[in-house]
């Protein structure tokens, strides 16, 4: 049976550390570190998703811009064509779309609103636990047969 991002939001939690367009660099980046995270979801006023802001984002502004990046607005280095996914989503749609597209973090949208984010980690960590489960399956399969 293929694994749903249900299972890894079921595991890991929904809480999603988020960031207003308004956020300097500067409180992002201290954000991404205190709550020792890669990326975080833009929120808008309205709740909506407005985009999404990684460390990568930041590197890239600082090498474009230097120390005075930190006093941007997140939404000015933000990504604001999200890639998203679903909780029904299978996890191997999303290793496919991770790699793929180059891409760590996508966020989980349920009706419209963030319901939680999904992390190559947390892909990787999913995917090693079924393939654990696999394999004692496989091993108490051949017990019996003995």
Known sequence: MAEKVTSVLERKGAKVVTV???ATIAEVAAT???SRIGAAPVIA?????AGIISERDIIRGIAEHGESVLAFPASRLMTREVQ???PDDPIVELMATMT?????HLPVIRGGALAGIVSIGDVVKQRLEEA???L????SYISSAS
């Open 84 to 86: 998203t996914c679903a």
């Open 100 to 104: 793929l597209r180059r891409i760590r």
């Open 32 to 34: 991404l570190n205190r």
């Open 132 to 134: 654990q489960a696999e």
């Open 45 to 49: 006023e309205d709740g909506a998703l």
């Open 136 to 139: 004692e399956a496989l091993r």
């Open 20 to 22: 207003t367009p308004a």
